[in-house]
């Protein structure tokens, strides 16, 4: 999953996913959530949780935990770009992913944490 980060992900307690990401957590039946772990490039282990709706017609992902204290850490802006990938090994352990970047120029991205701040 790839997302820009706006100027509310930046700020907030959580970060809005696009739709199409859903199948990527298994959330399991009669439940709204699924908690993850994710490694930065630093190799730093972040706890999420990825929740969606209970009523209404569209689910609206989303994405807690420890988001708002990685949005922070990593100084996210809008603008910077999100990617969550995920590795399943043996069809059945999942380990999940998350580099922040920023674009430096003409659509060349580089990890956040090699800007000065």
Known sequence: MEKSVSKSDAT???MEL??????????????????????DTL???????VSIRNVGRYKKPWMSGQWRRFAREKGL??????KLT???????????HITAERN???RIWIPVEEFAR
């Open 12 to 14: 907030n307690n959580r």
């Open 18 to 39: 696009p739709m199409k990401s859903l199948g990527n957590f298994p959330i399991p039946a009669g439940q709204n959530y699924f908690n993850f772990v994710a490694l």
């Open 43 to 49: 190799g730093r282990r972040w706890g999420f949780k």
């Open 77 to 82: 802006k809008k603008g910077d770009r999100v």
């Open 86 to 96: 995920m590795h399943v090994e043996g069809n059945v352990v999942r380990s999940y």
């Open 104 to 106: 430096l120029t003409m």
